[in-house]
């Protein structure tokens, strides 16, 4: 095996942040600063969407929830089958990314260089800081109390030479814990793993490998690789990287977070038969994806929209734009003549909205195409957001959500939308 030159080539010291049951831990300790008597986190206790809008979902659970077998992603009448007492809160996507934002900003004490990874997760390079906080296992033990003592909730740190190890050290055993997987553990700690362990190794794949009598990680790390490259072609190749342990990506500041595109999409508290009331449905979402774009000081050049009817078929459409852009009046515009364009008159159960081809803000090349007043919109999209990260999302709403018939939040919307930055209305 290969192995040897990569990993020389990559003497590193990485960090990953998880934290434990994210949006029932940042629920519970707002609850509990607000004067709250019982911690959500011990008790059998959920964060899901509504059965009456449809979007009856578990989306966290505490730990004795957990000892009752409920699972992230079932509904929630289920859920409540299994425990009758089952306390089911509401997401509070608004809540989620200043917790977000106070974990971020405590985390970059420890390296300039720190890379979300999504709303609850973010690597931390901390290669050369031990002169400065110690070895690293120490520094890790710092970090995990010091968030435990100033924000209230609990974390796990995962400690390797790169991404990949840092990362799977993370989820050996939680909550509150620090683990390491370096090189030389890997045959030890990370090997006996099943292989659906692996990151990027989803069911289908899980399957296959399965049916090749590749059962764990070791397995997949020792089996030849051109056996693999025959089966996966380029995949094969890279899954037998990561089961060896080698990765070599950098802890990248970059705020898009080298991710494909931000999506938003809800499920309608009720069948949608027009398209006027699609439009505010559809309006809704792009403003929350358009604010996420500018918060990661990104511009989109793809737009797509997704439809679900309410016998559960989908399909969707997209753009390539003549130019990119982050204001969401352009982002609408383009949502909405792709709703005309594809919707066959059906009753809507589900929409979303998606950009993708992302790319830095700081240069955005104009096109003859582009309106006069661009520059003014942009700068209105981002006094509007700066207000509504001040003073709430209520603090400024669009007309055409005055009657509250659809409403982001009576709607819904934000489903998928992890880091809805306390968008819209």
């Known amino acids: 095996m290969r192995i040897s030159g990569d990993i020389m080539a990559a003497k590193r010291t990485i960090m990953h942040i998880d934290v434990n049951s994210a949006y ?16 959500l986190r011990q008790i059998p206790s959920v964060v899901g969407g509504s059965h009456e809008d449809r979007k009856g ?24 089958q299994k425990c009758p007492d089952l306390v089911v809160v509401p997401p509070n996507y608004e809540l989620y990314m200043k917790a977000s934002n106070a974990l971020f900003s405590l985390i970059k004490d420890y390296s300039p260089k720190v890379q979300r990874f999504s709303v609850d997760e973010m690597f931390l390079d901390y290669t050369g800081m031990e002169y400065f906080f110690g070895e690293p296992i120490e ?27 840092a990362k799977i050290a993370s989820d050996f055993k939680k909550p509150d814990m620090v683990h390491t997987l370096y090189q ?50 380029s995949f094969g190749y890279l899954l037998w990287r990561y089961a060896n342990g080698i990765e070599n990506s950098p802890v ?32 809704s979402l ?22 679900k009817t309410s016998q559960l078929n989908s399909y969707s459409h997209q753009r390539k734009l003549f130019a990119p852009t982050c204001i969401t009046d352009e982002i609408y515009t383009v949502a909405a003549e792709l709703f005309e364009e594809c919707w066959k008159g059906e009753k809507i159960r589900h929409l979303g909205v998606r ?19 661009r520059e003014k919109k942009e700068a209105l999209d981002c006094a509007i957001d700066y207000i509504r990260l001040k003073y709430g999302k209520h603090s400024i709403i669009r007309g055409v959500f005055v009657d509250r018939e659809i409403s982001p939040v009576s709607g819904g919307v934000g489903e998928d939308d992890y880091a809805m930055m306390s968008s819209i209305l």
């Open 24 to 39: 029932l831990s940042w629920q519970a300790v707002y609850d509990l600063q607000k004067g709250a008597d019982v911690d």
């Open 57 to 80: 979902i578990v989306l966290a659970k505490s730990i004795p929830a957990k000892a009752f077998g409920i699972q992230t992603g079932e509904v929630i009448w289920q859920a409540k």
């Open 139 to 165: 520094a890790a033990y710092k970090i995990k109390e010091r968030v435990k003592k100033e924000l209230g909730f609990t974390i796990n740190i995962g400690i390797g030479e790169n991404k990949l190890t």
């Open 184 to 233: 030389r553990e890997i045959p030890t700690k990370m090997w006996p793993l099943p292989v659906e362990d692996l990151f990027m190794v989803g069911r289908k794949t899980k399957k296959k490998l399965n049916e090749m009598n590749i059962k764990t990680i070791g397995d997949l790390a020792n089996t030849d690789v051109k056996f693999l490259y025959s089966r996966f072609k």
């Open 252 to 283: 990248s500041g970059d705020r898009i977070m080298n991710i494909k595109g931000i999506g938003n999409s809800t499920t309608i508290k009720f069948d949608v038969e027009d398209k006027e009331t699609a439009f505010k449905v559809l309006l």
């Open 286 to 307: 792009t403003e929350s994806v358009a604010m996420r774009l500018r918060a990661a000081k990104a511009c989109c050049s793809v737009v797509s929209v997704e439809i």
């Open 355 to 373: 950009v993708s081809q992302l790319s830095g803000d700081d240069f955005v090349q104009g096109t003859f195409f582009d309106d006069v007043n």
